[in-house]
Nanobody, 123 residues
Framework: QVQLVESGGGLVQTGGSLRLSCAAS??????????MGWYRQAPGKQRELVAI???????NYEDSVKGRFTISRDNAKNTVTLQMNSLKPEDTAVYYC???????????????WGQGTQVTVSA
């Protein structure tokens, strides 16, 4: 069994910073991880992509976070991090970690999700 465990959410004022971390835990010795990323869902809205990073380090960001957020990963530790700077009230949402994972004894890749962590930016 593999789980994604998130940490780092919280309450911050406008212009502040937060760092979200996500680690794959459990039976990680028999898995391969492809793309990792962060999504968010605000109340009454659909879940949206925030940032993704491929195994070789290529990144893609949602337009509203470009220049403010930075995604990174450590393949050896199976972790992904989202550094969020210059936060705005519209960044308030539950943030979810995502990883596309394949078990060594299977051929299919599967989406795994973290439990979500709340980020609240006060005006």
């Amino acid at each position: 069994q593999v789980q994604l465990v998130e940490s780092g959410g919280g309450l911050v004022q406008t212009g502040g910073s937060l760092r979200l971390s996500c680690a794959a835990s459990g039976n990680v010795f028999s898995i391969a991880i492809d793309t990792m990323g962060w999504y968010r869902q605000a109340p009454g809205k659909q879940r949206e992509l925030v940032a993704i990073i491929t195994r070789d380090g290529s990144t893609n960001y949602e337009d509203s976070v470009k220049g403010r957020f930075t995604i990174s990963r450590d393949n050896a530790k199976n972790t992904v991090t989202l550094q969020m700077n210059s936060l705005k009230p519209e960044d308030t949402a539950v943030y979810y970690c995502n990883a596309v994972i394949r078990r060594s004894y299977e051929s299919r890749w599967v989406d795994y999700w973290g439990q979500g962590t709340q980020v609240t930016v006060s005006a």
